[in-house]
């Protein structure tokens, strides 16, 4: 089993920094990709990025490249999502999840392939 708790979510200002931890308990972690998704009311759960554990290759949805960025620290089991100027839009609910079965990378955007999910924390931007 693992086991995924977010944190830090919260109320911002638009344009302002938030960082999310992920933090993973039970099964070994550090072999796992690890993907952020995020729901916003009345809306579909979408894909906000990945990263795999070898070499820290990760992938991002077009909106929010180059301004989140995902990292993980392995001792910790912790994975990481910073998300730089944020914009109302950007506001939803926000979860990790785990793929332990190392999909293709053109599944890490599809909640299908993620076998463990976290129960999420709100992310508000206000304008």
């Known amino acids: 089993q693992v086991q995924l708790v977010e944190s830090g979510g919260g109320l911002v200002q638009a344009g302002g920094p938030l960082r999310l931890s992920c933090a993973a308990s039970g099964r070994t972690f550090s072999r796992y990709a690890m993907g952020w998704f995020r729901q916003a009311p009345g809306k579909a759960r979408e894909f906000v990025g990945a990263?795999?554990?070898?070499?820290?290759?990760?992938y991002y949805a077009d909106s929010v490249k180059g301004r989140f960025t995902i990292s993980r620290d392995n001792a910790k089991d912790t994975v990481y999502l910073q998300m730089n100027s944020l914009k109302p839009e950007d506001t939803a609910v926000y979860y990790c999840?785990?793929?332990?079965?190392?999909?293709?990378?053109?599944?890490?955007?599809?909640?299908?392939?993620?076998?463990?999910w976290g129960q999420g924390t709100q992310v508000t931007v206000s304008s």
């Open positions: 999840a785990a793929d332990v079965n190392y999909s293709g990378s053109y599944y890490l955007t599809r909640n299908s392939a993620y076998d463990y």
């Open positions: 990263i795999r554990w070898s070499r820290g290759i990760s």
